[in-house]
C-alpha cells in the first residue's frame, strides 16, 4: 500500500517535471501536441476509489493548468479522462480479476487491451481538451485534426514509457 502511494507520487511528479519543462515546448506545425501527463491518471491502480480518483485526476489537471495559463481546461479534460477510464474498467475488466492484475499497465494487461485502452482514453482527453479550448464549431475540422495527430503523438510516447518500463509476467 505505501509502496503503491509513494509509485504514483513520484510519476505525479516525473510527469509533470516533463509535461511543463520538455514536453510544453514541442509541437509540431501547430497541430499535435503530446501530453504525457495523462499516464497519471491511466496507470492508477483499479482499486482506486473513485473518491479519491477524480481528485487525483482534479489535482493533475489543475497542475497542468498551472504552468499553462489555462484556467480548467486540462482540470475539466482529466475529470472527463478520470470518467471514461471508470467506464472502460468497468466495461473491459472483470471485478474477481483486480486482485490477479492491480494496474493497467502493458506488462501486466497485454499490448491489446492497454493499446486499446491508452488510445480511447486519450482521444475522449484530447477530444474535450481542444474542444473546450475553442468553444467553436466553425474551426471543427481543424479541431479534430489537432484531436487525432495530438492522440497518435500522445500515444506514441506511451507506448515508448511502456516499453521502456516493461517487465516480463507470466499471464493466467
Given amino acids: 500500500m505505501i509502496r503503491t502511494i509513494i509509485i504514483n507520487v513520484l510519476r505525479f511528479i516525473v510527469l509533470v517535471f516533463i509535461q511543463v519543462f520538455l514536453l510544453k515546448n514541442i509541437t509540431l506545425y501547430n497541430l499535435s501536441t503530446p501530453y504525457l501527463y495523462i499516464l497519471f491518471i491511466l496507470l492508477l491502480p483499479f482499486e482506486t476509489p473513485n473518491i479519491l480518483l477524480f481528485p487525483l485526476a482534479f489535482l493533475m489537471g489543475l497542475t497542468i493548468d498551472a504552468f499553462y495559463d489555462t484556467p480548467g481546461l486540462h482540470a475539466a479534460a482529466c475529470v472527463i479522462l478520470a470518467l471514461v477510464r471508470v467506464m472502460f474498467i468497468n466495461i ?3 471485478k474477481e480479476g483486480f486482485d490477479n492484475e492491480p494496474e493497467p499497465t502493458l506488462s501486466i494487461m497485454g499490448f491489446r487491451w492497454f493499446f486499446t485502452y ?3 482514453l486519450t482521444l475522449f482527453h484530447h477530444f474535450f481538451l481542444f474542444n473546450l ?3 467553436n464549431l466553425s474551426d471543427i475540422q481543424f479541431t479534430l485534426s489537432r484531436v487525432v495527430l495530438s ?6 510516447l506511451i507506448l515508448i514509457s511502456g516499453l ?3 517487465r516480463r509476467k507470466e499471464r493466467k
Fill in 133 to 135: 479550448e475553442v468553444f
Fill in 151 to 156: 492522440t497518435l503523438f500522445t500515444v506514441f
Fill in 118 to 120: 491508452i488510445v480511447v
Fill in 164 to 166: 521502456l518500463f516493461y
Fill in 92 to 94: 473491459t475488466v472483470q
